[in-house]
């Protein structure tokens, strides 16, 4: 299904990073001057480091190239014909050809001249050009002075100018009022807006709109949502449990720091380190939930150590790539073939990450963890008032169940038995007694249990108690046990090594409590103390609902037990009677106990009809558990009181420790500043230090791609020797300096940006202009480009009205098709997905639930990254699904019928008015005459067809959809798939 378009046609190309080099100068011309930085290094490190480079393991011939005193061991400088280097790189012979065919990496004809060249030249060595300080270079004299608005223009146009090139015109105002808005804030002007700076005419009238853009709390969201990718920002863990987490905190202050214009060496420092500052505020401890949001797996299939060093792994390669537009992650198996990094400098910098707790096991893994409360103050006074009122129903002394007298205190024992019980094979009552007990124990033989007669007997509702002496070799028993889990009846079990379940240790005593006997949902505890080993042991489970759970071995409680869960405030009633020396298998009793047990005593608070105070606690402890999931824990960084020591990992395997670094940087981006710790606080304060020239180079262009759409380097994530050249080196440089000059004043690089004449250029461009320049790397005209996946479903949302602006605050759930989720994730994640209410499930995409391992289709489809990793840039595909997407995604429909309904009710008159009204808000333009014409001719068109089927006319609005007064359902329906169409034009998707 094609997508319509009647705007304008638009040339898309493929950035070509030998045009890039091509665009930089014509470096292997025969009169040129060879840069080794720009022209040789790339070749040299995409065609030979990889077996003549550092990692000893892979290296040929014992012969390195990636250094000067290797590669003069094969050249003589001034003489290419005298050079072996030379000499094999243009070889014919397969035998002695340089890089060998079966390299599959050729180097070209210009590849060879230029290698040629540079030996003639005297092969100097140099450094690649990222690695070079930074210097602050005037801008260029230029000879077309009246173009130029502010000093980016200088450096573009003197580019321009030699390449016998000239600007293109400024764009109209209605595009460039677009243009602002979708650049500073990822929205669209209003009709409103477009007339009133087009009818502004005083000359600083595009500076006051900036200015006011700026300002907004959608710029800060426009800025966000480029840094969200950077932090691998989501609501959900990851990896296949993918369970929900509490990180929206962390994106709203983001969000703030944006709001408020925060110094980026600042932004950086907290967000790295904000809880080793001097008396940290709240505030500055929820910034470190940057490095918080790396996955985390949940459960029991993997190795915790491996896992925990994944984390790290994460954290490493994320400031790389982030803040240093390095790829240091290459370093963590061997040292990096193409950029100076060695695998022990990825290992200080794991040393540096290597302190953050990481506390306890399978489901219940986390890291450090911030207590924020609740939202409002009245849902803690509410909280309070219920924990009152349960410890006053506690302390009030309930009822038994009907027919259930015993159920107060129940024993077993040979002086005691229970005649009512049913017996199950033969257990005896003669048994040892423990020492200094009285009365004989009860036997059982493996095959033997006693049943309750009533399933209501023991259905606890409220604390219980089990305990008992025990005394057995049995690996796998339940003692006390009212669950089945293969029949979907689970309450509660207690016994030794968890009915063979993996997560237990055979004869280590395990017990679960579950408030859903469909699927568990509860608390499950794993004793540390070994109890089968044939000695007497007293033993005991005690559980408050919504509190706790503890094991009680020999008196005293297990304090290194593993808890998994929470404990619900419930538990679930079954009609499975509770069996002692058995649990259930499918309805039969099975997992049965063999040996002694003496004095069982099991007792708690039981609910039934004739005892309201049960009923009344069970109601109180679920409201209480209600407003408890509205508490905030938000997911922090911190750091353990004794350091970890660490290891370089041998091949980059966790478990394979080779010799012990010390936290540090980079050897070839200097140290840590003098008197800075050894920890994440003098990381973040070596990154924005100024004492090397990555982190400023990277920050400016990441500020440049977010307003012209672009980097001037094109692999924001790799400023290393395999990543794209700049293609405007002094003007990234102008703008690195300029940034850390202005007190790492990001604004005032934006505006500066914002501001210039090149932003303010037409993106049209000649046929001649394309076929020269295709991917706009001169920057001679604005470069068009499609809108992010947020901004697309953004766009629909404001244009049809729907659109919630508000800011902050909990992720939400637009609608999604039913039980998408349902059999892709465990029963301990999110589903069923259950959407926002209200107009909460229309607001911006930034605050869309952001589930790792299962994206929103829709902004997957116009690829939003899952976030699972950091992300530096997008890829952008343009794929006919994501027309299916524009014309039948429920959110775009529901858009369609909005904006249709919008442009009925505000706009009366005629067809023409309304349709110029459609275009005027979706693409802040009046349509020109023939597309006039093909819009009203699809409106009769749609109107013929849908008063011929009513029917079909209300399934194209759905049932709640505006009421317009006067507008019959069939009217309705053909304006909406106009407003589809539009919606869905190549120039709404798109930033011209």
Aim: glycine share 8%; proline share 8%.
């Amino acid at each position: 299904m094609r997508r319509h378009n009647i705007g304008r046609t638009v040339v898309r190309a493929v950035t070509a990073t030998c045009f890039a080099a091509a665009l930089a100068g014509p470096a292997w011309a025969i009169d040129a001057a060879i840069d080794f930085g720009r022209d040789v290094l790339p070749i040299l490190a995409g065609h030979c480091f990889q077996c003549h480079g550092s990692d000893e393991e892979f290296r040929k011939a014992d012969l390195r190239l990636d250094t000067a005193d290797g590669i003069a061991a094969t050249l003589v400088a001034g003489k290419p014909d005298e050079s072996e280097f030379v000499r094999r790189i243009e070889s014919g012979d397969p035998d002695e050809m340089m890089p060998p065919p079966a390299t599959k990496k050729p180097l070209s004809e210009e590849q060879k001249l230029i290698l040629r060249r540079w030996v003639k030249q005297g092969a100097a060595w140099g450094r690649h050009w990222a690695f070079e300080p930074t210097v602050r270079p005037e801008p260029p004299a230029v000879k077309n002075q009246a173009w130029v608005r502010n000093p980016i223009d200088r450096f573009v146009l003197a580019k321009l100018e030699a390449e016998g090139l000239a600007p293109a015109p400024e764009a109209s105002r209605e595009t460039l009022v677009r243009r602002l808005f979708l650049d500073l804030t990822g929205l669209p002007p209003t009709p409103g807006d477009v007339a009133a700076f087009v009818a502004d005419t005083k000359p600083d009238a595009y500076t006051r709109l900036v200015e006011r853009l700026l300002a907004s709390d959608h710029h800060a969201e426009r800025l966000a949502q480029q840094w969200l990718d950077l932090a691998r920002y989501a609501d959900t863990w990851g990896y296949s449990g993918d369970d929900p987490r509490t990180a929206w905190p962390w994106r709203d202050w983001v969000l703030e720091a944006f709001k408020t214009n925060m110094p980026f060496d600042q932004f950086v420092i907290e967000q790295l380190a904000g809880d080793l500052l001097e008396n940290p505020t709240q505030s500055q401890k929820i910034a470190t939930g940057f490095h918080a949001n790396a996955m985390m797996a949940l459960g029991n299939t993997y190795d915790y150590e491996e896992y925990r060093t994944e984390t790290i792994y994460d954290r490493v390669g994320t400031t790389g790539t982030a803040l240093l537009g390095l790829t240091v992650g290459c370093a963590r198996c061997h040292d990096h073939v193409f950029d100076p990094v060695t695998q022990k400098d990825y290992f200080k910098l794991f040393a540096i990450f290597n302190n953050i707790p990481h506390e306890g096991k399978y489901f219940g893994v986390h890291g450090p963890r911030l207590d924020l409360g609740f939202p409002d103050k009245s849902m803690e006074e509410k909280r309070e008032a219920i924990v009152a009122e349960i410890k006053r129903l506690e302390e009030t002394p309930a009822e038994p169940a009907a027919g259930a007298a015993s159920l107060a205190e129940l024993r077993i024992d040979g002086a005691k038995a229970i005649p009512t019980w049913k017996t199950i094979g033969k257990p005896a009552w003669d048994g040892e007694s423990p020492p200094d007990r009285q009365g004989a124990s009860a036997s059982f033989d493996g095959a033997s249990a006693l049943q309750a007669p009533n399933a209501a007997d023991f259905a606890f509702v409220g604390k219980f108690r089990i305990a008992c002496a025990i005394k057995t070799t049995d690996p796998v028993a339940d003692i006390v046990s009212k669950y089945d889990w293969t029949a979907a009846e689970r309450s509660f079990a207690f016994g030794i090594g968890g009915e063979g379940d993996r997560l237990a240790k055979p004869g280590f005593l395990c017990a679960w409590v579950s408030s859903n006997a469909k699927q568990f949902t509860g608390v499950q505890i794993f004793s540390s103390i070994m109890v089968a080993d044939g000695q007497w042991h007293d033993i005991a489970l005690e559980f408050e609902p919504g509190t706790s759970i503890r094991l009680v071995i020999d008196g005293k409680a297990d304090e290194a037990a593993v808890v998994l869960g929470e404990p619900p405030p419930v538990i679930a009633v079954t009609p499975r009677p509770i069996l002692v020396g058995a649990g259930y298998r499918n309805g039969q009793p099975d997992f049965h106990y063999t040996g002694l047990l003496h004095g069982l005593s099991i007792s708690g608070e039981v609910g039934s009809p004739t005892n309201p105070v049960s009923k009344e606690l069970k109601t109180l402890r679920k409201q209480m558990a209600e407003i408890d999931k509205q508490r905030v824990i938000a997911d922090v960084m911190a750091e353990l009181p004794q350091p970890r020591d660490t290891f370089i990992h041998k091949r980059g395997n966790y478990n394979a420790p080779g010799d012990k670094v010390e936290p540090g940087v980079p050897e070839m981006l200097g140290a840590l500043p003098a008197g800075a710790p050894a920890n994440r606080l003098g990381l973040a304060q070596w990154l924005v230090s100024g004492t090397h020239p990555l982190t400023a180079r990277v920050a400016a262009n990441r500020l440049w791609s977010a307003v012209m759409g672009v980097g001037l380097v094109r692999t924001p994530g790799d400023f290393g020797t395999r990543g794209e050249p700049p293609t405007h080196r002094a003007l990234l440089d102008w703008l690195a300096a300029e940034l850390v000059a202005s007190g790492w004043d990001q604004r005032h690089v934006v505006r500066l940006i914002a501001t210039s004449a090149a932003y303010r250029q037409s993106s049209d461009a000649s046929a001649e202009l394309v076929a020269r320049d295709p991917a706009n790397l001169l920057l001679a005209r604005a470069t068009r480009r499609r809108l992010d996946a947020e901004q697309i479903r953004d766009v629909a949302l404001a244009a049809s009205g729907l659109l919630n602006r508000s800011v902050g605050g909990p992720s939400v759930k637009p609608d999604m098709p039913a039980h998408l989720f349902d059999d892709l994730v465990p029963v301990q994640s999110d589903a069923p997905w259950k959407p926002s209410p209200g107009s909460a499930r229309h607001r911006r995409s930034l605050y869309v639930t952001w589930k790792r391992m299962l994206l929103n289709p829709t902004l997957a489809t116009f690829d939003a990254p899952s976030r699972e990793v950091c992300v530096a840039q997008r890829v952008v595909t343009n794929t006919p699904l994501q027309s299916f997407v524009l014309l039948n995604d429920h959110a775009f429909v529901e858009a369609a019928v909005a904006l249709a309904a919008r442009v009925l009710a505000e706009h009366p008159g005629d067809d023409s008015a309304r349709l110029d009204a459609a275009m005027r808000i979706v693409v802040s333009r009046s349509p020109s005459p023939r597309e006039l014409e093909t819009l009203g001719a699809l409106l009769a068109d749609m109107r013929t067809h849908y008063t011929a089927d009513a029917a079909a006319a209300q399934a194209l609005i759905g049932p709640k959809a505006p009421a317009v007064k006067d507008v019959p359902p069939p009217e309705l329906a053909a304006w909406t798939v106009v407003a589809s169409t539009v919606l869905n034009l190549d120039e709404a998707i798109s930033r011209q």
